[in-house]
């Protein structure tokens, strides 16, 4: 190479640099202390597998994120650093991604770097910029810390080898990304703080379809492939429950138009539960940035892209049971015909558990016969063998008790649910449920019926305690019968309240209403008068029920107080109305009757408060539920109002 071609390529390497740099914060960009929401987003990394951030087997993890590139040598100096971080982390429960958020940059020059460095962590292909428009990184090799709460621990550099760009120090002092990972894993709150990252330029994404920035000509290889593979082919895929598939790209172009409607309707992904009252676990949410991108991407054509810069299928787990083995799997007794057409099916299956002792259940998981009718699925355990005696009145496998009303009495205890793309339901190190011997599993499952005739066996699969337990999950509902609901009316209020009498921390919470509900909101009141939001469903979907489980548990001190708000339309305009003309509807048993319930599942900071919590959610029963619409304008109004200042 001849002096003169080594000194142009210094020239443009120092040119280089000088794009590169530490820089100040952007006033927009969200600081340490500050809410992100991150937890629980579904992505895709360069090797085509789904995660979701923060969220391992069931559990809720910190997460270390650092930005990345395949050519900035700040960025790539730090991948062995990185390498031994991601295994340091990984064991004392703390989740460590790289990402690659670059325009420029496609699938495959992502999975080449990743195998050129040999990268051992997950590195997440940003294909739209969301991330980066989320944390809005200043630099390249620039992490961020963020607590399970989506709070920003930590956001700067990795550690202070660089003095400034093109300067490395001798020695490094100071392992900052490595210190607060430990000192989140140990369960230290410290203050959050920043430092200064050094690195190149991080790239500025615009606007979906905006030219000469950003995203640019949307297209599916490089944009809309990755979205659609961690937020969408988990069941729309070949075999899935959901109607089509959308892996490759002619089904996804087939789809275009119905992709941008539902999404931009937020009808799909399936998601009731309204942002901002509660922070769950399973959440499925597309941002606003990822929905504009698919509907420009169906605006625009539905361009292919480069075939070659493709992201390649997702693999489907070689293991049913994602926790691996388990200590017991009850599957249904006999495999269910499942007939082609009809309207779908709720139906009970019962499994007696034949345990010799009581047992102490830390985990539970659910392997669906035939997914692709298996729409959800909750169990349930019967002490008092009513599954049994509605069991052996039906002649074929299981049991519907829609339209005879009898099994579904309160001492059924609800223990977990299923929908398809869940993770196994994991409780936290000396937590545990007792289950007591002698009940049945009751395994509660709906068909989705597809136009084919198959047939299902599905089972749970149970993990059992093999080291001492301190705190048990238990369960109870709280409620009201007081429904008398006219027909035409098309706002019926009905309002249901607990209060606590005894401290205890919420695990999760499952509404539940029939097909005259519209919306359901339920609030804790603090003993100093704070409201906290735990669970609002602005449009109810009698076929979308779920258990929502809390992405931090919620503690509620003695003398709190739980509402709850119902609303009910009995209207002949709502599509979901069984009766034509609508009928006077009051509580019952049957489908067509209505409820108007809350499940909760908590754990008593004391042991021996579990029965005065139980008679608590009793009385909620016995209580007026009279409630109005201007009543929960009035509540929504204080919820959305700006919090005061601390101390004021």
């Not at 995203?215 to 089509?244: K, T």
């Not at 509807?585 to 908590?602: A, H, K, P, R």
Request: net charge negative; glycine share 10%; proline share 7%.
């Amino acid at each position: 190479m001849t002096n003169t071609l080594l000194g142009l390529l210094r020239m443009l390497f120092g040119l280089g640099w000088l794009l590169a740099g530490t820089i100040t914060t952007a006033a927009a960009a969200p600081g340490a202390g500050e809410h992100v929401d991150l937890i629980g987003v579904r992505v895709s990394d360069v090797e085509g597998r789904q995660h979701r951030i923060g969220v391992s087997m069931g559990k809720v993890q910190p997460v270390a994120l650092v930005f990345l590139d395949t050519a900035c040598p700040v960025a790539t100096r730090y991948i062995p650093v990185l390498n031994d971080l991601y295994e340091s982390a990984r064991s004392r429960g703390v989740s460590l991604y790289g990402v690659l958020s670059n325009p420029d940059i496609g699938w495959r020059e992502g999975a080449d770097f990743a195998d050129r460095f040999d990268i051992e962590f997950p590195v997440i292909f940003d294909s739209a910029g969301d991330l980066a428009v989320r944390l809005e990184p200043r630099v390249m090799s620039e992490s961020f810390v963020i607590s399970t709460a989506n709070r920003v621990v930590y956001r700067g550099r990795v550690d202070d080898r660089f003095a400034a760009v093109g300067r490395l120090r001798t020695r490094v002092a100071s392992h900052d990304l490595r210190e607060v990972i430990g000192s989140i894993a140990s369960g230290d709150h410290a203050k959050p703080y920043e430092t200064e990252a050094v690195g190149c330029f991080h790239p500025a994404w615009g606007e979906p379809g905006e030219p000469g920035a950003g995203v640019g000509e949307v297209n599916w290889a490089r944009h809309v492939a990755p979205l659609l593979q961690a937020n969408c082919v988990e069941c729309h895929r070949r075999g899935g429950v959901a109607p089509f598939s959308l892996e490759g790209f002619d089904n996804a172009r087939r789809w275009h138009r119905m992709i941008a409607y539902m999404s931009g309707e937020r009808l799909m992904p399936p998601w009731r539960a309204v942002p901002g009252f509660g922070e769950f676990r399973d959440s499925r949410r597309l941002s606003a940035r990822q929905i504009e991108l698919l509907r420009t991407w169906s605006l625009t054509g539905a361009r292919r892209g480069d075939p070659e810069d493709a992201m390649p299928v997702s693999k489907q787990p070689r293991s049913k049971w994602r926790l691996g083995e388990p200590d017991l799997v009850l599957a249904m007794r006999e495999p269910f015909e499942v007939p082609a057409n009809g309207d779908d099916i709720y139906r009970y299956f019962v499994i007696p558990t034949d345990f010799s002792e009581d047992r102490v259940v830390v985990a539970l998981d659910f392997s669906p016969g035939d997914p692709g009718v298996v729409h959800h699925a909750n169990y349930l355990i019967d002490y008092e063998g009513r599954a049994r005696a509605e069991d052996a009145k039906d002649e074929t496998p299981g049991f519907s008790v829609f339209g005879t009303g009898g099994f579904l009495d309160y001492n059924a205890w609800g223990i977990g649910g299923w929908t398809p793309g869940a993770e196994p339901w994991v409780l936290d190190r000396g937590q545990g449920m007792w289950m007591p011997r002698g009940g049945d599993v009751v395994l509660e499952v709906h068909y989705h019926l597809t136009g084919r005739a198959t047939t299902d066996r599905s089972e749970v699969a149970f993990y059992f305690a093999r080291e001492p337990v301190s705190r048990y999950v238990d369960g109870v509902v709280i409620g009201t019968q007081d429904l008398d609901i006219p027909p035409g009316e098309e706002s019926y209020w009905r309002r249901f309240s607990m209060d606590v009498p005894a401290g205890m921390t919420l695990t999760d919470v499952t509404p539940h209403m029939h097909f005259l509900g519209r919306e359901f909101i339920s609030v804790a009141t603090l003993p100093d008068g704070r409201e906290l939001p735990l669970i609002r469903i602005a449009d109810w979907d009698f076929r979308w029920q779920n258990t929502f489980t809390y992405r931090e548990p919620v503690h509620l001190p003695a003398g709190s107080r739980i509402d709850a708000w119902v609303r009910y339309d009995n209207s002949a305009d709502n599509p979901q109305n069984p009766a034509v003309p609508p009928r006077s509807v009051t509580w019952g048993w049957e489908t067509t009757d209505e409820m108007s319930e809350l499940w909760i599942g908590f754990i008593p900071d004391s042991p021996g408060d579990r029965t005065r919590i139980a008679n608590a959610a009793e009385r909620s029963w016995y209580r007026p539920a009279q409630a109005s619409g201007a009543e929960v304008a009035r509540l929504l109004e204080r919820l959305a109002a700006p919090a005061p200042p601390s101390g004021g």
